[in-house]
């Protein structure tokens, strides 16, 4: 059964930094490839960042330059590293694997507030 489990959300003031954690179970992690996404309530979910099994990443626009993804293949775990935060990242944050049949395995979200 693959799991996916977020954390590290919460409330920071703007020009702050969180990193947010994404620990799996129940997949090869080393061979996976991971992603970031958000939600704003009433608006699509965006992709954030995104992770390939050989280190590869990538980025929306929003973001680069401030977020980092990465991965420890020890731990199965993904992290997002989130500098000099905005109001506009306010989200909920899900963590995302999808496997080679094309499944999409999400975690539960976890919150992260911008506000002073």
């Known amino acids: 059964q693959v799991q996916l489990l977020e954390s590290g959300g919460g409330l920071v003031q703007p020009g702050g930094s969180l990193k947010l954690s994404c620990t799996t179970s129940?997949?090869?992690?080393?061979?996976?490839?991971m992603a970031w996404y958000r939600q704003v309530t009433g608006k699509q979910r965006e992709l954030v960042a995104a992770?390939?099994?050989?280190?590869?990443?990538n980025y929306a626009d929003s973001v680069k330059g401030r977020f980092t993804i990465s991965r420890d293949n020890a731990k199965n775990t993904v992290y997002l590293q989130m500098n000099s935060l905005k109001s506009e990242d306010t989200a909920v944050y899900y963590c995302?694997?999808?496997?080679?049949?094309?499944?999409?395995?999400w975690g539960q979200g976890t919150q992260v507030t911008v506000s002073s």
């Open positions: 129940g997949i090869i992690f080393r061979f996976a490839s």
């Open positions: 992770v390939t099994s050989g280190g590869s990443s």
């Open positions: 995302s694997h999808t496997d080679v049949w094309g499944r999409a395995y």
